[in-house]
């Protein structure tokens, strides 16, 4: 009897252990950051802790362009994060940019029509054409666009290839998100989700 009743107590210390210190990220919204992602996603990058933070804000600047920027952030000092503001760049020069972006390896690109995305082992960055109300297409110096900077911060769940997944995911919900709440002129249908990155 009292073997069971110890084997009862250790279950129920266990169940309790997992519900108090490693059910943070699911105790967030289902959709954290104004609604702009998905929570699953940020759980796939981050790892179980006792407790996180979510947050998002959009500033709509005086000039017309704006800034979204989101984060999620564990009791454990891990984080997914990222920014999306407006841009004037044609997507080649905008795509050699980010893909020389300080790091040694080439990246992973994807594509979905004009809408690309250029991924790192722990940064990701999309690229939508993107008009702001208020301005007009031909003022631009090469082209108005929604742009994405994400990243990870700290220790994640996953790595190599599925993070960059997870990355690719993030930064064009951010994207998504953002190119309805600023009403772009364009006002097309972006896709679900881009197409899944090839291995690098």
Same mark, same amino acid.
């Given at each position: 009897?009292? !073997?069971?009743?110890?084997c009862?107590? !250790?279950?129920?210390?266990?169940?309790? #252990?997992?519900? /108090?210190?490693t059910?943070? /990220?699911?105790?967030?919204?289902?959709?954290p950051?104004d609604?702009?992602?998905?929570?699953?996603?940020?759980?796939?990058?981050l790892?179980?802790?006792?407790? +996180?933070?979510e947050?998002?804000?959009?500033?709509l600047?005086?000039?017309?362009?704006f800034?979204f920027?989101?984060?999620?952030?564990?009791?454990?000092?891990s984080?997914?994060s990222?920014?999306?503001?407006?841009?004037?760049s044609a &997507?080649? &020069?905008?795509?050699?940019?980010? +893909?020389?972006?300080?790091?040694?390896?080439?990246p992973?690109?994807?594509?979905?029509?004009? /809408?690309? +995305?250029?991924v790192?082992?722990?940064? +990701?960055y999309?690229?939508? &054409?993107?008009?702001?109300p208020?301005k007009k297409?031909?003022e631009?110096?090469?082209? #108005?666009?929604?742009?994405?900077?994400?990243?990870t /911060?700290?220790?994640?769940?996953?790595?190599?290839d599925?993070?960059?997944?997870?990355?690719?995911?993030?930064?064009y919900?951010l !994207?998504?998100?953002?190119?309805?709440?600023?009403?772009?002129?364009?006002?097309r249908a972006?896709p679900?989700e881009?197409?899944?990155?090839?291995?690098?």
């Amino acid at each position: 009897m009292r !073997a069971a009743v110890g084997c009862l107590l !250790a279950i129920a210390a266990v169940f309790g #252990y997992v519900e /108090i210190f490693t059910k943070g /990220i699911d105790r967030l919204p289902t959709r954290p950051c104004d609604g702009a992602v998905d929570r699953e996603t940020a759980a796939r990058a981050l790892p179980s802790a006792r407790s +996180a933070e979510e947050r998002g804000k959009l500033r709509l600047l005086s000039d017309g362009d704006f800034l979204f920027a989101c984060y999620v952030r564990t009791s454990g000092g891990s984080v997914i994060s990222g920014e999306v503001d407006s841009r004037d760049s044609a &997507p080649g &020069p905008w795509r050699d940019y980010y +893909a020389k972006s300080g790091y040694a390896v080439d990246p992973v690109d994807v594509s979905s029509g004009d /809408i690309r +995305a250029v991924v790192h082992p722990d940064q +990701a960055y999309v690229y939508v &054409p993107c008009t702001p109300p208020g301005k007009k297409p031909g003022e631009a110096r090469e082209r #108005y666009a929604l742009t994405v900077d994400a990243r990870t /911060i700290g220790e994640t769940r996953v790595h190599g290839d599925e993070l960059r997944q997870v990355l690719a995911d993030f930064a064009y919900e951010l !994207a998504r998100h953002t190119y309805k709440a600023v009403d772009c002129q364009e006002a097309r249908a972006l896709p679900k989700e881009l197409p899944r990155l090839p291995a690098a």
